[in-house]
Every structure is written in structure tokens, then in C-alpha cells.
């Protein structure tokens, strides 16, 4: 057994905490904001990326230009549903996506969202150091391993666990300074 096999599963979780916190809206638009909405369409639910581009013309402004005409309507939809905040303006061959700037409120608002967000992943670090923990326990209990792996694992089980704690850490900080700016 080894933690580094394990590190995959660590991740997995640091990359979902960045598509979520990405997903956040700050002063200025990103396509990061909107390319994973999921939209209904050909009868299955399709993240947005994969429908059309997405472009920045202006810092609160986005251009989304679907590859397939047909189902600009179901992506203003699912845009409109998604209560991002943004006037959505159908321009026959595209949608014009403009944010309204930050008051002190929606930023209050989107800060606690993102603590939300960064608490589920901590949450998350934690159940998989103890999921963990718990297949080395089983291991020493069925002699795989002796009891001086074992303490030498669960050091490198928790090292790793703090180590990717920090890094979801430095992620909220990060993106609460674009917020608050």
C-alpha cells in the first residue's frame, strides 16, 4: 500500500473545487462562468462548452455562439435558469451575455457561496483521509502491513491531506481577492 497511489482521489477533489469556485461569479466575466451550465438538448443534458463558443469582448460582457442554430432557445434556457445574474440579450446568431456590476450585497453573497464551496471540499478531503485510513487499519489488521507501515502511512495519509487542504485554501483566497476587486 501507498499514499501516492491514493494522491489520483486527492485530485479528483482539487479539480472539482476549481470547475465549482470557477463557476463564481467576480467583477469581471470569465467562459468559466458559464461553460459548465448544463443545457437539455438532443435529449441529454450537455455542459455548454460542447454546444458553441464562448468569447469575452468586453470585461462584463460574453458572447456565446452555439454550433447548432437550432438550439440557441434551449441554451438561453437553460442560461436564464441557471440565475446567474447576467441580462442575456438573444441576438439571433448569438447570445450577449452582460453582467451588472458587483454591489457590496452580491459580492457578500457570492463570498459566502464560495466558503460554502470550499468547506464541501475540506469536508470531502477529510472523508477520503478516512476512508483511507481505514483500508490501512484493515491491512494491519490482516497482517498485510506491520504496525510500523502502518504509523508510517497514516504520517504520509495526513501530510498529504494538509497538503491539499492548503491548496483548496489558497483557491478560496485567490478567488475571494478577484471578488473583492
Known amino acids: 500500500m501507498n499514499i501516492q497511489d491514493k494522491k489520483e482521489f486527492f485530485e479528483k477533489i482539487l479539480e472539482h473545487t476549481k470547475i465549482e469556485i470557477g463557476g463564481l461569479r467576480t467583477s469581471n466575466v470569465t ?13 441529454s443534458k450537455m455542459p455548454l462548452i460542447q454546444l458553441g463558443s464562448i468569447s469575452v469582448p468586453e470585461p462584463r460582457q460574453l458572447l456565446v455562439e452555439t454550433w447548432d442554430k437550432n438550439i440557441l432557445k434551449d441554451v438561453e434556457k437553460a442560461l436564464e435558469t441557471a440565475s446567474l445574474g447576467l441580462s442575456i440579450k438573444n441576438e439571433g446568431n448569438f447570445l450577449r451575455l ?13 463570498i459566502k457561496l464560495l466558503n460554502e464551496k470550499i468547506e464541501k471540499s475540506r469536508i470531502s478531503l477529510r472523508a477520503l483521509r478516512d476512508e483511507i485510513r481505514n483500508e490501512i487499519q484493515t491491512a494491519e489488521k490482516n497482517k498485510d502491513i506491520d504496525e510500523d507501515s502502518k504509523f508510517r502511512l497514516q504520517e504520509d495519509l495526513d501530510k498529504t491531506t494538509r497538503e491539499y487542504t492548503a491548496k483548496v485554501e489558497e483557491m478560496g483566497e485567490k478567488k475571494e481577492k478577484e471578488i473583492l476587486q
Open 31 to 43: 467562459p468559466s462562468l458559464v461553460e459548465n451550465i448544463k443545457v437539455d438538448v438532443y435529449g
Open 98 to 110: 452582460t453582467m451588472p456590476p458587483m454591489t457590496e450585497d452580491t459580492r457578500k453573497q457570492v
